[in-house]
């Protein structure tokens, strides 16, 4: 393998790429920089997410492009406002002793006015999202006329968002002699597509085989049913105490409710997707990037950008809706020489659909059994010795407590005080785990999608919607608001528009109408309203009939609009393989409930 002195490099960018830590480079740069710098021939690459491949470009580019020159000399353009910041600061960090270099990152959800007076001083490297590049071309702002190198990024991603209009503006606003550089991580017929209509004879390299998997990256999955995905997305975090994940899934409604319900059984988690702010998304990155988080839950959209080297685990919470996006998401993890799991959550009917993602990675999927609750416990009581043998003590402050301590602990011997320290922490997770069903057995009734368990459900009307902002979650924390029971069991639910139904244990059927009618709930201001329905679930939009006021219905009154609902909602009394539990210790940086 040759060094960055044997690429061509300039003394200023390899004075930077020493103060990164930066000594040989990996394949896709060792193929791609000779290649940009010596050739005005397009390039067409392929480079698996983690394989270095911004340097790839980024790096002839900076090499090449004259300072002397306010002009914009090269466009870089990517799918994200992340993975463009990325861009972005890598190529001030490789530019950095080259200080009449300008570089701007143009995105959406920024300032534009702030864009236009940087690019107005005059900027010779420009990132930018399709979209913010387009705006800034029709306002006479970005002018690409004298442009030299045109990169598209994930252009495979930039087309699943739909951005082909506006790649189309944004190659019509630069001249026929650029050299256009395309990287992508797979290569449907869209991006072969691309290369053909706007590139002349290019050059095409490759970082292993076009479309294949990271060699250092083993691929699981675990068979589940609906009612059992969550619980087994829970265990798969217990049972790796240290794990460091992004558990995507492929729907923005989906993404927020799983973090919701990871964030209220206790783990470290937070969401990241399109319907967060520009600051919001950039404080949970921040947060992720830190291990202030220990699972990020992200749509594929949102995930990308995120420079992240220590990733142990990607979860498929549901596999994508576009196989290719597969190899996207396992690409987190299993950089920099690290070895990462991609986790593929997977019912019997879904189980197919690995077949095709193995043909494009080019490896199998291992079916691995959902972790027992002893095996979980074992591995967690492990890890909270080792953690006891391994803190550091700070002899000089605690020694003046330590005669008093002493004299407390007086009566209990070594093994006791082991025992009891130990216990302090792991009692609760033995209680949690305690008589925990097996999830690997598809064919009992409790782990079954939950429909056949009726008979010892009693199926509720709840006048609350979807137009209510009603999801699970909240329907949850509303009912074990009402201190109903204990060791309520709640069963299926179905959130409609302006209404929805769920089950609960049957036993408690009776306490149920009396604590919603003594409590009179409200959830934003408007008045609670349950009523007992049939379970037929026959044809027709609304295949339940409500009994009438005999079946023990209620109309609560309605109380103010100022008064809010619990936000610290209880979720401890719902069956493990249903929904979320209550919060137990063991997994670091748990939430602790006041």
Known sequence: MSTFSELGLKEPIKKALVDLGYETPTVIQEKAI?????????LKAFAQTGTGKTAAFSLPIIEQVDPSIKSTQAIILSPTRELAVQIGKNIEEFSKYIPDLKVATVYGGANIEQQIKQLK????????TPGRTVDLIKRRVLNLSQVQWLVLDEADEMLN???????????????????????????????????????SDPVEITSGQKNQGSDNVSHEYYLVTERTRYAALKRVADVNPNIYAIVFCRTRRETQEVADFLIRDGYSADALHGDLSQGQRDSVMEKFRKKNIQMLVATDVAARGLDVDNLTHVINHKLPDQIENYNHRSGRTGRAGNKGISIALVTKKERGRLHPIERI??????????????EICEKQLFHLIDKVKNISVNEEE??????????????????????KFVSLEFNTFLSYYQNAPDLNDLSSKENS???????????????????????????????????????????????????????L????????????????????????????????????????????KSGGGFNGKRRSRDAKPNSKREFGRRREDTSPKKAHSGFGRRRRKS
């Open 34 to 42: 000779p290649q940009i710098i010596n050739s005005d021939q397009d």
């Open 505 to 548: 244990d049957k036993n408690f059927e009776e306490q149920a109408l009396l604590k919603f009618q003594e409590n009179e709930p409200d959830f934003n201001g408007r008045n609670v309203n349950i009523e007992i329905t049939k379970t037929d679930r026959g044809g027709g939009r609304d295949r339940n009939r409500r009994r009438g």
């Open 449 to 503: 999608r939950g429909r056949s368990s009726s008979e010892d459900m009693t199926r509720f009307f709840i006048n609350l919607g979807r137009k209510d902002r009603l999801n699970p979650a909240k329907l949850i924390g509303l009912i074990n608001d009402q201190g109903i029971g204990d060791k309520i069991e709640i069963g299926a639910i179905d959130i409609l528009d302006t209404f929805s139904f769920f089950e």
């Open 398 to 419: 605690i020694a003046e407590f330590t005669p008093a301590i002493n004299e407390m602990l007086a009566g209990l011997s070594r093994e006791e005080l082991i025992q």
């Open 161 to 199: 968002m739909g951005f082909k209009d506006e790649l189309d503006k944004v190659l019509e606003a630069t001249p026929e002699s650029k050299q256009t550089l395309l990287f992508s991580a797979t290569f449907p017929k869209e991006v072969e597509a691309i290369a053909k209509n706007y590139m």
């Open 121 to 128: 001083k005059g900027v010779q490297i420009v990132i930018g």
């Open 361 to 374: 990675i080019k490896k199998k999927f291992v079916h691995t059994p959902v972790p027992s609750g002893k």
